[in-house]
Nanobody, 119 residues
Framework: QVQLVESGGGLAQPGGSLRLSCAAS????????MGWFRQVPGEEREFVGR??????TTYWGDSVQGRFFISRDKYTCTLDMNNLNPEDTATYYC??????????????WGQGTQVTVSS
């Protein structure tokens, strides 16, 4: 079993910055991707960004391209969010695709952390 634990988040002013971190632990053979989604109550979960661990390649949602950045260590993923606006207010969820010792891929989610952008 794998656990994803998020930290960071909170309140930021428009134009400000915040950092989220996600740490993976448990039975991990290899992490294929780590990234982030976000969700506003009553809406579908939205893709924010992800990094493929073997190559460092990143993909971004259109609404955050150029403002958000991902960095990683072996089992951690950090999301730096810049030039925040109120539309970025949401619960942010860490997501990982983990390869097991049997070479099976499985999705895991963190518990979510709240980001609020308001003056």
């Amino acid at each position: 079993q794998v656990q994803l634990v998020e930290s960071g988040g909170g309140l930021a002013q428009p134009g400000g910055s915040l950092r989220l971190s996600c740490a993976a632990s448990g039975t991990i053979f290899r992490i294929y991707t780590m990234g982030w989604f976000r969700q506003v109550p009553g809406e579908e979960r939205e893709f924010v960004g992800r990094m493929y661990n073997h190559s460092g390649t990143t993909y971004w949602g259109d609404s955050v391209q150029g403002r958000f950045f991902i960095s990683r260590d072996k089992y951690t993923c950090t999301l730096d969010m810049n030039n925040l606006n109120p539309e970025d207010t949401a619960t942010y969820y860490c997501h990982a695709v983990v390869v097991s010792a049997t070479r099976a891929n499985q999705d895991y989610w963190g518990q979510g952390t709240q980001v609020t952008v308001s003056s």
